[in-house]
């Protein structure tokens, strides 16, 4: 991912589509939109919809703030362990 990509993807695809949806549910076009402090999300990326409100999370967070760095992987990958041990036992 650049920044020009991410960048073209919120301008083009994102916002159509946001806006889309919320006139479709009767809301107002107001939105925030939580993004991680990865370099290729611009940071002036809205500077063209003030009706949308960009909020970076802090460095260093996004593996506590996002479900699937949790719990989920970690469990997943002792589960494949357990059953490719028991595979190896058997054979």
């Not at 083009?12 to 999300?41: C, E, Q, T």
């Not at 809205?46 to 506590?64: A, G, Y």
């Not at 699937?68 to 054979?91: A, G, N, T």
């Amino acid at each position: 991912m650049t920044e020009d990509y991410f960048n073209e993807w919120f301008n083009w695809f994102f916002i159509p589509d946001l806006f889309k949806y919320l006139d479709s549910l009767g809301l107002p076009r107001k939105a925030l939109v939580i993004l991680d402090n990865a370099p290729v999300h611009g940071r002036y990326v809205n500077e063209d919809w003030p009706q949308v409100e960009l909020m970076f999370l802090p460095p260093n967070v996004t593996s506590v703030c996002q479900p699937m760095d949790q719990c989920p992987i970690k469990s997943f990958k002792s589960h494949y362990l357990r059953i490719l041990m028991q595979k190896v036992i058997e054979s």
